[in-house]
Structure formats: C-alpha cells, structure tokens
C-alpha cells in the first residue's frame, strides 16, 4: 500500500475518538494511521518529521496527539489535500492543482501546518495565474443614472455605451429580432476588444430603451444610433430590433476623434458629420452645431407593413 494513500472519504467511516496520548518518536520508521477529516492516510513519522512544521512537533513526542481506540491519530482537519501534504513532505516539491481555488485551499493548508516552502510554491502560482488570466478590458455596468453620468464626465476616454433592456416593452417581438439584438451585444464585445486603452465601453441595462447605442466625446453625447422601431401588423404592434453594423462602427471611430488630450481636428469633424453639408447656417452657426449638435439615428424608427398577398 502506497504511503498516501486514502481509505475512506467519509467520517462516519472511522471509529468513534475519544482522548489519548501518542509519543511518535518512539516509532522510528513504522507506519502510522492518520485520520485526517475523516480521510485515512499511512505515512511514517520520519516523513512527519522531515521538515521543521507543525506535524513534527506532533509527532516527534513534543505535543501531545489524540487517538481513538483503533489507534488512527486524529488531525482535525480537511483531509482533502493532505495527501499532498505529504508529496511535499517527501519530496519537497509537488505539482499544483490547475485551478486557482484548489491552490488556495491547498495554501490555508500548508499555513496551517506551518510548510512555509509550500505556501511559497502556491502564492507564486497564484501570482503567475494572475497575470496569465488578467482580463484583456473591464467592461462597466451602469446599475444607476448617477453613475452612468459619474463615469462619463470622470472618463478621460470618448465614451460608448450600449443600452439593451428586452424585458422593458410589452409589445411582441418580431422573429429575427433576438438574433439583431444578440449581434448589437456581440459588436459591442468585439469593439471593446479593438479599442481597449483608447475608448471607455460601457453596459446599461436598466433604460427605456430596448437596444440603442450611444457615443461621448470629452463629457458630452456626440450621436445615438437607435436600434429598435414598431412594426403595426393588422392585428398588432411588434416591435423590430435592427442591427446597423456599418452605422455602429462609423459613429465608433467618430468619437476616437476626442481622444484626450487630443484636440478634435476641425475638418476631420467636418468629415465625419452626417448631414453637415445639407444645413445652410452662417460660420458661427456652424461652429456651434459642430461643438453641440447630437446626431440621434433611428433605424426605420416607424414602418408598417401589409401582409395580404399582392391582387388584393
């Protein structure tokens, strides 16, 4: 039988324990039987006692231990890594569980025991796993208008947030509308990706509105693409969810045009403003409309359709 090995998971399975006294350094090399939280090991107390911890003061006759009338010394507590407890004891190294949590118990353990080379072991994986899993961009979830106003005018960055509430409108849902509104959450993940580091992305769940996006530079609103519209069918009103790709990533790279500290270039606004060309405006008006004019695009924000078959 191997030196770690488990016999039992379950404490009902031991015997009942009850007070005693076991001087371990009378045993040499013998094997003994630990119930550890109701897991069974054999070890020997020259591997107790490899290292100066806590085990060795158990068992090296300078404390003094419990054991129940089979004779299992008794350790309260979780058995669960304690095998690997004793890899280490016999080998001063061991290899880690894979997932952080079982590290971190793995850890409580070791400082229980007092195997400082063991919590070292674990606190560098746990460093190392947390610069290999450092989130590639951390996306805010606006749980209130104050915040959503906080962030906005504290953010450095231009701004865009993606506003999706399905659960807010009481009319039906035409059929490809989930799947335009899943596409609008995907974009907006797929540009967080590009643009990390240069615009702010943020989440909003609780509007009235049930998809529309919207675009800040340097503190204030810039455009809105709204996304959604209401079909009236013969019978009922359905509302439409669109997905205007092209639109989102246009407005998208007009507000990298308010990058701090970056000032905005006066052509390149006028460039990239829709309809600038349409307004007859003197030059001050147009200096003023460029600095704050919204532009709100609704994706056929009203249509109707009819569905009787062509003849009739």
Known sequence: MSGDTCLALCPTTAPKSKAGSFKGGSLGNKYVRLNVGGSLYYTTVQVLTRHDTMLKAMFSGRMEVLTDKEGWILID???????TILNYLRDDTIALPKHRQEIKELMA?????????????????????????????????????????RLIESSMKPVVKLLYNRSN????????????LLKNIELFDKLSLRFNGRVLFIKDVIGDEIC???????????????CTSIVY????????????????????????????????????????SRSRSQASHSEDDEGFELRDRVRRIHVKRYSTYDDRQLGH
């Not at 009481?170 to 059929?175: G, M, P, Q």
């Open 212 to 226: 529309c996006w919207s675009f800040y530079g340097q503190g204030r609103k810039l455009a809105e693409v709204c």
């Open 233 to 272: 069918a013969t019978e009922k009103k359905q509302t439409k969810v669109e997905f205007p790709e092209a639109r989102i990533y246009e407005e998208t790279l007009n507000v990298l045009l308010y990058e701090t500290p970056r000032v905005p270039d006066n052509s390149l606004l006028e460039a990239t």
């Open 169 to 180: 409108n009481k009319y039906s849902y035409t059929s490809n509308s989930d799947d335009n």
């Open 77 to 83: 507590r979780c058995g669960k890594h304690f095998g």
């Open 109 to 149: 353990e070791a400082k229980y025991y007092l195997i400082q080379g063991l919590v070292d072991m674990c606190q560098a994986s746990l460093q190392d796993k947390k610069d290999l899993y450092e989130p590639v961009c951390s996306i805010p979830i606006i749980t209130s208008p104050k915040e959503e106003e």
